[in-house]
């Protein structure tokens, strides 16, 4: 199975400021990676596909992209709404793996 | 608007086995994947298997191999979910969600939490 880490785990910020996270694969999937947020209790919301396309309806202070098998999501000051846990997620082979999140908190 | 509504929570005993089923509304049924994804408590997700209502093809993760079964009635637009022989590391929110082939998952249910619990 490919594996994906994330990493930092957690990450903690103001309103405001600008924060990456970065997902990095244990082989090459090419732009096959996926971003979600998850909030508590909810299922989660696509945000980032094909490892930097904006998914329609995402806030466009969104951004991601990517570097061989390092992927990077950011944000670009930081709304209340932004604090949850963000996951990636490679869909370039079966099992489609994610990581294990990265929480972004207060 | 699409909505994938779900069955209600289950415990279920060790051994036994479970079912979800996903209700899809708000597009044409036939031309989305339905995926199924769980989340254990505190983890990350984890995809299990796909299925395509047109013709009404599955995979599955190696992992479900042998007790995971997808299914789906394309007259009343649900897809179910049957998880056999269970064990408390079964115990998690199933979510079933629309993509394609690939798991780009745009719509999600809002998820069942199925307790496996002797």
């Known amino acids: 199975d490919i594996h994906m880490t994330q990493s930092p785990s957690s990450l903690s910020a103001s309103v405001g400021d600008r924060v990456s996270i970065t997902c990095r694969a244990s082989e090459k999937i090419s732009t096959f990676l996926v971003w979600y947020q998850q909030k508590p209790g909810k299922a989660p919301n696509l945000l980032i596909y094909g490892a930097s396309s904006l998914q329609g309806g995402a806030p466009s202070r969104f951004s991601a992209s990517r570097s061989g098998t390092e992927f990077t999501l950011t944000i670009n000051s930081l709304q209340p709404e932004d604090f949850a846990t963000y996951y990636c997620q490679q869909s370039y082979r079966i099992p489609y793996t994610f990581g294990q999140g990265t929480r972004l908190e207060i | ?118």
């Not at chain 2, 597009?27 to 995926?35: D, R, V």
């Not at chain 2, 997808?70 to 979910?81: A, C, N, P």
């Open chain 2, 1 to 118: 608007q699409v909505q994938l509504v779900q069955s209600g929570a289950e415990v279920m005993k060790p051994g036994a086995s479970m079912q979800v089923s996903c209700k899809a509304s708000g597009y044409m049924f036939h031309t989305y994947y339905i995926h199924w994804v769980r989340q254990a408590p505190g983890q990350g997700p984890e995809w299990m298997g796909r299925f395509n209502p047109n013709g009404g093809a599955t995979t599955y993760a190696q992992k479900f191999q042998g007790r995971l079964t997808v299914t789906g009635d394309t007259s009343s637009r649900t897809v179910y979910m049957d998880l056999s022989s269970l064990t408390p590391e079964d115990t998690a929110v199933y979510y079933c969600a629309r993509g394609e082939l690939l798991p780009l998952l745009d719509f999600w249910g809002q998820g069942t939490l199925i307790t496996v619990s002797s």
